[in-house]
């Protein structure tokens, strides 16, 4: 079995510890995972989630399903956990590369300058009707690395128009021009970094993915900070053939989207609900990947007591006063 670990925090100060599992014979190429192929394996609550309580929730699992890997996006925590438990650790794509972005730029004078402009263009023209269209988008705080991609492609598009754009929005935007060739080496990074998310995404990660992710970067014409972060997608890759050699598998799925989906319909659905009905919605997450028959809906009805949930919540089980569970 495939395992996806993650946790997220809510509202209250609560994290969700939430680990799925899918058997290996859903992983094959040109076919991405979709929530029907998962089962919720273990879904709680709590103030926090300590290396040595994930990794007894693991072992949980491990005991009916033998684990042949564990995807996550390598927190601290995470990876503490699957060291001591010797998992086999397949780390989540976006989040290696949007780290090695973050090192290559976090403290980089040209990029922290640019992100200042682009949010004093958006307080400046937030407002203004015939400035809208030229308003870059927010970037977000989560992931931020990850997610700065809109504002280049922003940029870019400002550059092309940049003859017919009238002299006041010019006179704004001239630090563009000033930072075109840096700009230009962000849009470099965002084809590798978007090209190879796509291809291992969608088609998980083999021996033939790796050349065509490999023949990719060879087709870059790389500057400095291009050529440093191509290097690390290439030690990213020899990594995954390391991870595939140990797993005796052809095939590897190497993309935690598919718990990141669970969380996002589970906020979707939570922001609705209100703050007093949220913990108690965290134990629907369990239902998310299933299409139940009325056999199967009789019985639910049948033998789920409003008791139960309401000691869970409450936390008057069995487990601790700072975690509630469900286990699949």
Request: overall charge positive; some cysteine; hydrophobic content about 40%.
């Given at each position: 079995?495939?395992?996806f ?29 979709v ?102 988008p927010?970037?977000?705080t ?71 992710a ?66 108690e ?48």
């Amino acid at each position: 079995m495939v395992v996806f670990v993650d946790e997220s925090i809510v509202i209250g100060g609560q994290k969700v510890l939430l680990i799925l599992g899918t058997p290996t014979s859903n992983i094959c190429p040109q076919k991405g995972l979709v929530h029907q192929d998962m089962v919720v394996l273990y879904v709680g609550f709590g103030k926090e989630w300590r290396s040595e309580i994930i990794e007894a929730k693991l072992g949980t699992i491990a005991n009916q399903n033998p684990i042949s890997y564990v995807v996550s996006d390598r927190g601290t925590n995470l990876v503490k956990c699957f060291q001591s438990g010797n998992y086999i650790s397949v780390s989540d794509i976006t989040h290696v590369f949007a780290n090695e972005l973050k090192r290559l730029y976090e403290k980089d004078e040209t990029f922290v300058e640019f992100t200042k402009l682009i949010g004093q263009i958006r307080k400046a023209w937030y407002l203004s009707s015939e400035k809208s269209q030229y308003i870059p988008p927010k970037m977000r705080t989560r992931l931020r690395f990850a997610n700065l991609f809109p504002c280049v492609d922003w940029a870019m598009k400002i550059l092309q128009q940049w003859p017919e754009l009238d002299e006041p929005i010019t006179e704004k935007l001239m630090f563009l021009k000033q930072q075109q060739a840096f700009i230009q080496t962000l849009n470099q990074l965002q084809k590798i970094f978007k090209d190879i998310c796509e291809l291992l995404k969608n088609q998980g990660f083999s021996m033939e993915q790796k050349t065509k992710a490999l023949s990719i970067l060879a087709s870059i014409q790389a500057e400095e900070k291009t050529q440093i972060f191509s290097n690390k997608v290439v030690v990213y890759l020899e990594e995954l053939s390391q991870k595939m050699l140990q797993t005796k598998q052809e095939h590897i799925i190497c993309c935690s989207d598919i718990i990141e989906s669970f969380f996002g319909k589970f906020k979707e659905k939570a922001n609705t609900k209100g703050h007093q009905k949220l913990t108690e919605f965290v134990f629907t997450i369990a239902n998310f990947s299933n299409n139940f028959n009325t056999d199967e809906i009789k019985q639910a009805l049948e033998f789920s007591k409003v008791k139960d949930f309401k000691d869970l919540i409450k936390g008057n089980n069995k487990t601790t006063k700072n975690e509630r569970t469900f286990t699949g």
